[in-house]
T-cell receptor, first 110, second 113 residues
Framework: GENVEQHPSTLSVQEGDSAVIKCTYS??????FPWYKQELGKGPQLIID?????GEKKDQRIAVTLNKTAKHFSLHITETQPEDSAVYFC?????????FGTGTSLTVIP | GAVVSQHPSWVICKSGTSVKIECRSL??????MFWYRQFPKQSLMLMAT?????????EQGVEKDKFLINHASLTLSTLTVTSAHPEDSSFYIC?????????FGSGTRLTVV
């Protein structure tokens, strides 16, 4: 089955700096790669996603890149703000099979 | 956008009692609902997949008699934790596919005392 690895597990950045979280996957059949933000005590919220026919997608301060050959995708958050502090999960989807990364706890220091 | 409403958001129950968690799709029909369990500082772990009108599919190691799933309508799926024990304390989350993506409920914090 699919194996999704996510790094780093924790990340601290100064407010205004950029944050990058990376994920790798193993199943070349995976074709949908969402990123979720989870605040304490809440369910995951989709922040951005990318499908396998696209290499990059951007939404304001958030961007995702996908390298299908290398089987890795990354989340980029620019101009970080304290409210960006949360746990971020990547996921790789094959058909209706959902595989989560292990999560990254991001702390933005004011 | 699509919303999955999950209730309750938190519940405390005594050992041996049962607790029901509901997930409703508010503005779309959810023929499938995924149920996850999440331990502190860990990722989501898929427990089971429910499909409207048929039996749920459980992941390996998940006791189907303990975690009863019902998906009786296109907008409602329920998870009942039967004869709850302290080790069942966890964060439970549902998710439904919709228009090529997945919408998550807000989660239920279950504490068994």
């Amino acid at each position: 089955g699919e194996n999704v690895e996510q790094h780093p597990s924790t990340l601290s950045v100064q407010e205004g700096d950029s944050a990058v979280i990376k994920c790798t996957y193993s199943d070349s059949a995976s074709n949908y790669f969402p990123w979720y933000k989870q605040e304490l005590g809440k369910g995951p919220q989709l922040i951005i996603d990318i499908r396998s026919n696209v290499g990059e997608k951007k939404d304001q301060r958030i961007a995702v890149t996908l390298n299908k050959t290398a089987k890795h995708f990354s989340l980029h958050i620019t101009e970080t703000q304290p409210e960006d502090s949360a746990v971020y999960f990547c996921a790789a989807i094959t058909g209706n099979q959902f595989y989560f990364g292990t999560g990254t706890s991001l702390t933005v220091i004011p | 956008g699509a919303v999955v409403s999950q209730h309750p958001s938190w519940v405390i129950c005594k050992s041996g009692t049962s607790v029901k968690i509901e997930c409703r799709s508010l503005d779309f029909q959810a023929t499938t609902m995924f149920w996850y369990r999440q331990f502190p500082k860990q990722s989501l772990m898929l427990m089971a997949t429910s499909n409207e009108g048929s039996k749920a599919t459980y992941e390996q190691g998940v006791e189907k008699d303990k975690f009863l799933i019902n998906h009786a309508s296109l907008t409602l799926s329920t998870l009942t934790v039967t004869s709850a024990h302290p080790e069942d304390s966890s964060f439970y989350i549902c998710s439904a596919p919709h228009l090529g993506g997945y919408t998550f409920g807000s989660g239920t914090r279950l504490t068994v005392v």
